[in-house]
């Protein structure tokens, strides 16, 4: 999701990089400042892509905002779920003694 939001990949590609990834905190969006004074934010993944997400402003804007359509499909498939089984057929299935 962070790479559709716009963030780019940076892979720990020598072993100082490597390194450094593994010292950062793991799978959480930290927000820094540059030298330059732009505000940048850092997501690092030493276990699965061995690279950091790196994105401004705009990419953090669109990040939060994909997961805001992530949470609302995920409680529309959940209001679903619950719907098909609260149907009078899906009811037998389970209460009936065994």
Same mark, same amino acid.
């Given at each position: 999701?962070?790479?559709?939001?716009?963030?780019?990949? /940076?892979?720990? !590609?020598?072993?100082?990089?490597?390194?450094?990834?593994?010292?950062?905190?793991?799978?959480?969006? &930290? /927000?820094? =400042?540059?030298?330059?004074?732009? &505000?940048?934010?850092?997501?690092? !993944?030493?276990?699965?892509?061995?690279?950091?997400?790196?994105?401004?402003? @705009? %990419?953090?804007?669109?990040?939060?905002?994909?997961?805001?359509? @992530? =949470?609302?499909? &995920?409680?529309?498939?959940?209001?679903?779920? !619950?719907?098909?089984? !609260?149907?009078?057929? %899906?009811?037998?299935?389970?209460?009936?003694?065994?």
């Amino acid at each position: 999701m962070l790479a559709a939001a716009g963030f780019s990949i /940076r892979p720990a !590609d020598t072993p100082d990089k490597l390194a450094a990834l593994k010292a950062a905190k793991q799978h959480r969006l &930290i /927000r820094r =400042q540059t030298a330059s004074g732009a &505000i940048a934010f850092l997501y690092a !993944d030493a276990a699965v892509c061995r690279c950091v997400y790196v994105g401004d402003e @705009q %990419a953090y804007q669109r990040y939060q905002k994909l997961a805001v359509e @992530q =949470q609302v499909a &995920i409680a529309d498939q959940e209001a679903a779920l !619950d719907t098909a089984l !609260d149907s009078p057929w %899906a009811y037998d299935w389970w209460a009936v003694p065994y």
